[in-house]
């Protein structure tokens, strides 16, 4: 079985990988492939200097760091025996991002409107604790704690453990969504299998159309929590890190977002 085999194997197979991650790498391991790549630090070098002078810096970047992670499964799997991308000089593109910024409060309020109950307690778990949309919806009944009030991430990026603390009106919808099941996943379908992926990200858009006019995504939800514990809760940046399970403080810090006057209305104002 060639890498490129086993990667695509990895990737049907992979749990915790959203379908939109799965789509986006096993496009990457095409265009690989096709242009005849090998998983050597000078085959990837040339790969990526010709990828940076044809592609927008964001799609150079993203690729990049797709294939350190399928690079980093490669190693895990023992087919390498280490990850050629770590020679790989990396794709740096400063620039000024101005995102659009959803205050916590506010989008907490928003999910709280959404009918479906399912989705409605999926979102507000989200909203509160950081969890990543996939670590929710794999969340096991038996990974939380009520009497400690937290909970277990077990699928994380990066095979990482993480515990979280668990608000304590929060805990008790769960306990009453539960309705006495103590085992299997906390969100499931009539099935009993884990909650439809697309259904549950276009409830939550289409709730905060309706309600604030703009859509509102499930990783929002995360960048708003971060945002919230750091200028309103003041907590460290470590802390955050922690909570949101990132491998380096350079992606949390990324995640806080300011309330404060945008610099692009600066800028305007010097150019009237």
Known sequence: ????????????????????????????????????????????????????????????????????????????????????????????????????????????????????????????????TGLRFMEARLLSIEDIQFEELTLLVRNGKGRRLRTVPLGERLAYKLQAFLEGRTTGLVFRSIRGQAINEQQARDTLRKQSLATRGRPLHPHDLRVSFATYLYQTGNRKLLEIQRLLGHSSSQTTEGYILSQETKLQQIIDALSA
């Open 1 to 128: 079985m060639t890498h490129f085999s086993y990667l695509e194997y990895y990737l049907v197979s992979h749990l915790t990988y959203s379908k939109q991650t799965i789509k986006a790498y096993r496009s990457d391991l095409r265009q690989m492939k096709k242009c005849c790549v090998e998983w050597s630090v000078k085959s990837l070098q040339t790969y990526f200097d010709q990828l940076i002078q044809l592609y927008k810096p964001a799609t150079a970047m993203r690729r990049y760091h797709a294939l350190m992670a399928l690079g980093n499964e490669l190693v895990r799997a023992k087919r390498l025996n280490e990850n050629p991308m770590k020679q790989v000089r990396p794709i740096v593109h400063q620039q000024f991002q101005q995102r659009e910024h959803h205050p916590l409060e506010e989008a907490i309020q928003t999910i709280r409107q959404i009918n479906h109950p399912t989705y409605r307690l999926f979102f507000e778990l989200i909203s509160q």
